[in-house]
């Protein structure tokens, strides 16, 4: 989660004790300032942070005034914008989870340091709810586009055939550059946020996980090759496998159930997909894919070499292919099998 932090001279001290509760907990923030205490109109840094939310660069956003009513005002109108004012920790659940406030308003001079952090952190580890709210948010939506308001910026469509297809091309070229045997293990990291071209993290989506999970598997069953699946790193990259490749390898076997909110869209679909999944800490891979940067580095085995192939890109999402081999010992005058 990345959160649009902003404030004018009225929350500045509020702002800087939100950022240091966010680099705490290792939430990544964009400051839009007021970096001072010099006086400032509270517009120009609500219409900032407002728009980094409406465009995605930012998943959520913080403001902070005196009040929080003029910041608050001026964020909602910006499109798309549902800011809400709290001055409690009820109201800052309830907007998120019936509301689907995009963003929290705070008044400096009317909460203290210590209720402000509590509201944040209730804010920001509540979800919304969607069923009959998610009917009313878009009645606020409805209201918006009536008189005038331009909608958001629409993401392009994925097109999930192309997806499946750039999948098969590039599990069918790794497996075609690689040595391997029955059993070995393919693991596979993605981002399907970047392969809609989203920031990682910010707009997964089942629909994209189900094409490329459907091939990677077909591949790893044709060739006998045990699938594993990487979590996000909300469950410390955590991998979905079949119980029959946790017992043959010993692997540590943890309970969680991953989810698209925390574990990622593909972990979802192979929960749903393997016969008897099961969720391991961690294991050491032959094979692997990584698609849009999602770090699967720390499961594969010694020593690693990528492959290059033609194709560097699933969707909008950068590819890379890697495999591994024995580490070659004994220096020069030693001789190697292959």
Same mark, same amino acid.
Do not use: M, W
């Given at each position: 989660m990345r959160i649009a932090l902003g404030s004018d001279h009225g929350g500045f001290k509020l702002k800087q004790a939100i950022a240091q509760y966010? +680099?705490? *907990? &290792?939430i990544e923030y964009v400051d839009f300032g007021t970096m001072s205490e010099c006086s400032v109109d509270y517009p120009d840094f609500a219409l900032a942070v407002a728009e980094a939310v409406r465009s995605g660069q930012c998943d959520r956003g913080i403001l902070v005034c005196g009040t929080g009513i &003029? /910041? &608050?005002i001026a964020a909602n109108k910006v499109p798309g914008i549902?800011?809400?004012?709290?001055?409690? +920790?009820?109201?800052a659940r309830f907007s998120r989870q019936h509301n689907d406030a995009n963003i929290l308003t705070l008044g400096e001079r009317v909460i203290g340091t210590g209720l402000a952090l509590e509201i944040v952190d209730v804010w920001l580890h509540s979800e919304f709810e969607g069923g009959r $709210?998610? =009917? =009313?948010?878009?009645?606020i939506a409805a209201i918006e586009r009536k008189y005038g308001a331009a909608e958001?910026? *629409?993401e392009q469509e994925v097109d999930l055939v192309q997806v499946a297809m750039e999948t098969r091309q590039a599990v069918s070229g790794l497996l075609a550059q690689s040595s391997f045997h029955p059993h070995d293990i393919l693991v596979v990291g993605c981002s399907t946020s970047e392969v809609a071209g989203r920031r990682i993290g910010s707009a997964g989506s089942l629909d994209i996980a189900a094409a490329i999970f459907q091939e990677i598997q077909a591949a790893c069953q044709e060739r006998e090759l045990y699938?594993?699946?990487?979590?996000c790193e909300h469950l410390n990259r955590a991998l979905v496998v079949e119980e029959?490749?946790?017992?043959?390898? =010993?692997?540590? /076997?943890?309970?969680?159930?991953? $989810?698209?909110k925390a574990g990622g869209a593909l972990a979802e679909v192979a929960m749903n997909r393997f016969t008897q999944p099961v969720v391991v800490a961690e294991i050491k891979a032959h094979l692997g894919m990584d698609i849009g940067d999602t770090f699967i580095g720390m499961h594969l085995r010694p020593v690693v070499v990528p492959v290059r192939l033609p194709i560097q890109r699933i969707g909008q999402a950068h590819l890379t292919l890697a495999r591994t081999r024995p580490k070659l010992i004994g220096g020069e005058r030693a001789k190697y099998s292959r």
């Open positions: 966010l +680099t705490e *907990r &290792g &003029g /910041i &608050g549902r800011a809400a004012l709290c001055h409690d +920790t009820f109201s $709210h998610a =009917r =009313r948010v878009d009645k958001p910026p *629409r699938l594993a699946v990487q979590c029959a490749c946790a017992r043959e390898y =010993r692997l540590e /076997i943890v309970n969680v159930v991953p $989810h698209a």
